[in-house]
């Protein structure tokens, strides 16, 4: 099997994966993200610890699925490439950032529990604090830097033709629908976890698990593959 079809079943099951992990994560992260009086009560830690450990999970694809592509995106743009790559961290980044604000009210909670708490009030603002952190992280990271690092490999994957034109298409659409919803959501228009929100989040999810589908199944399109000895469709840089 040559290197660019280990390459290409690799980021396909890493986009699978972000998929899974991240809808895992939100899933479990349910208790703390809407009971306010989380932090002063009983709490569900497993439940939140083990959300956390998806999206550790979905931190380690996100970067795996740059890391994997770069060698044969870099053959068709290189700047377009370190701009994805450059992307998926950021977007690795704030996603982390998330987790940290999550776990941080299980800590709270933990440490505090059994002891006498006079300053219940100041506890739960802390709480939402935090949340509200995740809130934001969550609106940015796999809203708005997933939209434009979706633009960005749909981008090049429409120009180079190493996927179906059509699935690239896809990508565009997606991503800049879920840039201009996650800006709706960010100025009060609607509720990211809301019916609007959910349909514009569809096309890019569709454009990433066709994505990984097809990589894994078929690859690269051979004869737009530079490393196949084929010509390239692009200019090397753009």
Not at 135 to 164: E, K, Q
Request: charged share 10%; hydrophobic share 50%.
């Amino acid at each position: 099997m040559s290197s660019t079809r280990t390459a290409a079943m690799a980021a396909g099951v890493l986009f699978l994966i972000t998929e899974v992990t991240a809808m895992a994560g939100l899933a479990l992260y349910q208790p703390v993200l809407h009971d306010t009086n989380y932090i002063v009560g009983a709490g569900a830690d497993s439940r939140v610890l083990m959300g956390g450990l998806a999206e550790l999970m979905l931190v380690v694809a996100v970067i795996g699925t740059a890391v994997t592509l770069y060698p044969v995106l870099a053959r068709h743009s290189h700047s377009v490439a370190l701009g994805y790559v450059c992307g998926r961290l950021l977007e690795a980044a704030v996603i982390t950032v998330g987790i940290i604000s999550v776990l941080s009210v299980v800590t709270l909670r933990q440490d505090l529990a059994g002891t006498p708490r006079p300053g219940d009030t100041a506890l739960v603002t802390a709480g939402e604090t935090l949340v509200a952190i995740h809130d934001w992280t969550f609106l940015l990271g796999p809203n708005v830097i997933l939209g434009v690092n979706s633009l960005l490999l749909a981008t090049l994957m429409y120009r180079s033709r190493l996927v179906p034109r059509l699935l690239a298409a896809l990508g565009l659409a997606g991503g800049a629908l879920i840039c201009a919803s996650a800006t709706a959501v960010m100025f009060g228009r609607y509720e990211q976890i809301s019916a609007l929100g959910t349909a514009a989040a569809l096309p890019v999810f569709a454009w990433e698990v066709g994505l990984a589908g097809y990589l894994i199944v078929k690859g690269f399109e051979p004869s737009h593959d530079s490393s196949s000895g084929q010509p390239r469709t692009t200019p090397s840089a753009v």
